[in-house]
């Protein structure tokens, strides 16, 4: 079972796990914020919106198109 961070808290989830999905299991669900500040969420799950971006062991990545893996470091806020 993959072993990740997210936003600096442990989070355990089952092998073909999305980032998308551990975002509703281990936070709030939500994936980053916008310009104005407001708290932004997945919407389509398959890259086309740009909403689920998410900062994955130091690099931009869509949360919707990333499967979980050991020791992944999942950041949501800048």
């Known amino acids: 079972m993959p072993d ?3 936003d600096g ?4 989830v089952t092998p073909g796990t999305s980032v998308a999905a551990a975002l509703a299991l281990g ?3 939500t994936s980053r914020t916008s ?3 407001q708290r932004r969420a997945p919407l389509c ?3 086309v919106c740009q ?3 998410v900062t994955i062991d130091g690099d931009l990545r869509l949360a919707c198109q ?5 020791g992944m ?6």
């Not at 808290?9 to 355990?12: A, N, V």
């Not at 470091?73 to 800048?78: D, G, Y």
């Open 35 to 37: 310009v104005g500040g």
């Open 4 to 6: 990740l961070t997210l």
């Open 73 to 78: 470091r999942v950041e949501t806020r800048p």
């Open 66 to 70: 990333t499967l979980c893996r050991d």
């Open 45 to 47: 799950g398959m890259g």
């Open 27 to 29: 936070g709030d669900g």
């Open 51 to 53: 909403e689920c971006r």
């Open 9 to 12: 808290r442990p989070l355990r």
